[in-house]
């Protein structure tokens, strides 16, 4: 079974440009979470997607948004990027959104803002 | 509010020593779980294992075991004879029966196991 693919997996981008970072999950998995990884802040849950719709989303400004489509691929798009923005995104699906679930991340794409 | 703290930040342990990650959670919730991820280099979480708030059981799987403890609030990992592929971040997370799969993460341990 394939894992959780994340692309792209590298990303450089400047200040003020915009960035939209794709997921697929594993087969058979509808929920899909975002995190964003810095060494200063650590591991940041960002939101969740079940079912095409939002169903939780962490403390960031609207600025980062997400979507998902009806085959449970996701996608994550990040406006005005600024220079605190630079990161490793990370990808997690489950079977359902269900807290007891395991979640399988994927490798990450690691964004760095100039 | 919900917090996990993993106080230790780097640990360096010599191949065959033990070593044990610690983990303390806070939650107000009585229904919760707990997981424990670990990062190797190449940035990919993995899943090693997770515990209900309902189970205080220890658990051990090879070289690994877990020991909960509510009446501390902790959740630490012992590994046994350590080697040199155990070196990576290991994180310690808490999720909450109504929050779907929102983890709080600790801001993991990096394991140097030196051969």
């Known amino acids: 079974k394939a894992g959780v693919t994340q692309t792209p997996r590298y990303l450089i981008k400047t200040r003020g440009q915009q960035v939209t970072l794709s997921c697929s999950p594993i087969s058979g998995h509808r929920s899909v979470s975002w995190y964003q990884q810095t060494p200063g802040q650590g591991l940041q849950f960002l939101f969740e997607y079940f079912s095409e719709t939002q169903r939780n989303k962490g403390n960031f400004p609207g600025r980062f948004s997400g979507r998902q489509f009806s085959n449970s691929r996701s996608e994550m798009n990040v406006s005005t990027l600024e220079l605190g923005d630079s990161a490793l995104y990370l990808c997690a699906s489950s079977l359902a959104s269900a807290s007891y679930n395991e979640q399988f991340f994927g490798p990450g794409t690691r964004l760095t803002v100039l | 509010a919900q917090k996990v703290t993993q106080a230790q930040t780097e640990i360096s342990v010599v191949e065959k020593e033990d070593v044990t990650l610690d983990c303390v959670y806070e939650?107000?919730?009585?229904?919760?779980?707990l997981f424990w991820y670990k990062q190797p280099p190449s940035g990919e979480l993995v899943f090693l294992i997770r515990r209900n708030s309902f189970d205080e059981q220890n658990e051990i799987s090879g070289r690994y075991s877990w020991n909960f403890q509510k009446s501390t609030s902790s959740f630490n990992f012992t590994i046994t004879a350590s080697q040199v592929v155990d070196s990576a971040v290991y994180f310690c997370?808490?999720?909450?029966?109504?929050?779907?799969?929102?983890?709080?993460f600790g801001t993991g341990t990096s394991l140097t196991v030196i051969p």
């Open positions: 939650t107000r919730d009585t229904t919760y779980y």
């Open positions: 997370a808490l999720s909450l029966r109504d929050t779907g799969n929102q983890f709080y």
